[in-house]
């Protein structure tokens, strides 16, 4: 069985890799290790997005053959995930992530880790670009979200070309920036 999470708290960015990086790995299921933001839940709790998950009940760690860690490698950030790598040490880890590097981060066997780009959801959307997959308004909605949220709209230092040319893509498959305007403006104190 493979597993995609995310990290405790779950941003947009988290949210969005999660249902990304399931396009990549399509047998694989998505489960929440703790909370999430308040908004992520409000907007899953409005309909607007659909989403499969598994709750902790239904996951035998003993049937784990590979974790894939999305916009998160810190142990101490992915909750009883890091019980089952400890207590399975065969599980195959991978992750996507645009973090910087930490002394708590669980070593990973593949996917990709990207410390120049402003968001995780960039990594997914280029990765998705270069197996040929196209994702649809809602999936382009969500990304954006993603990438708007960990790059201050665009606007914060670690943002780079590449973050654009990834809301772009995303915009040209139905993306809708009134639903990530109204998500922001939510957001703002």
């Given amino acids: ?71 998160v490698r810190q142990r101490e950030r992915i909750g009883i995930v890091a019980q089952w790598l400890e207590e399975h040490p065969r599980i195959e880890v991978w992750s996507y992530d645009h973090h910087p590097d930490t002394s708590s981060d669980v070593p990973v066997q593949g996917g990709r880790v990207d410390r120049e780009v402003g968001s995780t959801s960039t990594i997914l959307v280029e990765e998705m670009q270069q197996r040929g997959l196209v994702c649809g308004a809602a999936e382009a909605t969500l990304l954006l979200l993603g990438i708007y949220e960990d790059t201050g709209s665009l606007t914060h230092a670690t943002t780079v070309p590449r973050d654009f040319q990834a809301a772009v893509w995303l915009l040209g498959r139905g993306g809708d920036l009134a639903a990530v305007r109204a998500t922001a403006e939510e957001l703002s104190p």
Avoid: Y
């Fill in 1 to 71: 069985m493979e597993l995609l999470t995310t990290h405790i708290n779950a941003d947009f960015d988290a949210l969005a890799a999660v249902v990304a990086a399931q396009r990549l790995h399509p047998g694989a299921v998505i489960f929440f290790p703790g909370s999430r933001e308040e908004s992520v839940r409000r907007m899953l709790d409005s309909g607007l997005f659909e989403l499969s998950e598994v709750r902790r009940k239904d996951v035998d760690p003993a049937a784990l053959t590979r974790i894939i860690l999305c916009d």
